[in-house]
Structure formats: structure tokens, C-alpha cells
């Protein structure tokens, strides 16, 4: 099997980089993109904008990698955005319900469920303003 390709570019602007991904983000080249994130916060960037339009794939590695990354972010006051994301991280954010964390969404406004579910009634607490899905599916015994 051949070794994936990333490619990293940066272009910092004051405390500010815009970080542009190329390639696919997996389990070989996941260290590659958290190496690289964590160089902006040690050089003193505080926002950090990933564009992925290039990325023509992402798996739950590149996911960790990027969780790992706002979480450190957050910590020293900063904030760390995705844009575009491929259509595989896209589902994966939607799976894991995290999408607001590193889309820039506030939590009361993320997508819709995958899952068909009915509405909440309208007299339902504002803090649960996204509808709940079944755990399960299926036939379960």
C-alpha cells in the first residue's frame, strides 16, 4: 500500500495563519497536520484557519488530530476553524456530533440529524433546540 500524501502550507498574518492541507489526512499523516498546528501555537498564532478544499480525504485520525488541536487552541486563547471540509470528515463531524467545535457553529445550530426523528414539541426548553435521534435501529433483542 503507498504512503499517503499531505501537503502543508502556512501563511501567517500577524498572530493569524491560514493553514492549507493538500492530499489525504490518515493514519500516517494525521502527526504531520497536529506537528503542524502545534508550530503555529508555538509561534505565538492565537487563530488558525485551516482550509481542506484540497483534501481529497479524511478519516477519524485527522479528526483526533484536529480536536486535539482546538483543544490546545482553547487553552492558550485561541481559536482553531475548519473550512470546506471533504465530504468524509464532513460525515464524520456530523456522526460524532462535533461539528461545533471546529466549524465555527454554535451549538444550537448544527445540522440536522441524519436520522429522521420527530420534532421536539414547541414548548421544549431552548437548550434542547436540536432534535433528538434513536440510539438504536433495527431489531434490537
Same mark, same amino acid.
Given at each position: 500500500?503507498? $504512503?499517503?500524501? $499531505? ?9 493569524? /495563519? ?5 492530499? @489525504?489526512?490518515?493514519? @500516517? ?5 497536529? @506537528?503542524?498546528? @502545534? ?13 481542506? +478544499?484540497?483534501? +481529497? ?7 483526533? /488530530? ?12 485561541? +481559536?482553531?476553524?475548519? *473550512?470546506?471540509? %471533504? +465530504? ?20 444550537? *445550530?448544527?445540522?440536522? %440529524?441524519?436520522?429522521? /426523528? ?5 414548548? /421544549? ?17
Amino acid at each position: 500500500m503507498p $504512503l499517503s500524501q $499531505l501537503t502543508v502550507h502556512r501563511h501567517d498574518q500577524g498572530k493569524q /495563519a491560514l493553514i492549507t492541507l493538500s492530499g @489525504e489526512i490518515d493514519l @500516517e499523516s494525521a502527526p504531520l497536520v497536529r @506537528e503542524s498546528l @502545534e508550530r503555529c501555537l508555538r509561534d505565538g498564532i492565537r487563530t488558525i484557519d485551516v482550509d481542506l +478544499t484540497p483534501v +481529497t480525504f479524511c478519516d477519524c485520525s485527522g479528526l483526533n /488530530a484536529f480536536l486535539h488541536a482546538a483543544q490546545q487552541t482553547t487553552v492558550v486563547g485561541g +481559536t482553531l476553524r475548519l *473550512h470546506r471540509p %471533504p +465530504t468524509t470528515l464532513a460525515r464524520i463531524l456530523d456522526l460524532a456530533g462535533c461539528g461545533f467545535l471546529l466549524l465555527g457553529l454554535s451549538f444550537g *445550530h448544527l445540522s440536522p %440529524p441524519l436520522v429522521d /426523528a420527530p420534532a421536539p414539541p414547541r414548548s /421544549a426548553s431552548p437548550l434542547r433546540s436540536v432534535p433528538l435521534a434513536p440510539v438504536l435501529s433495527g431489531d434490537a433483542r
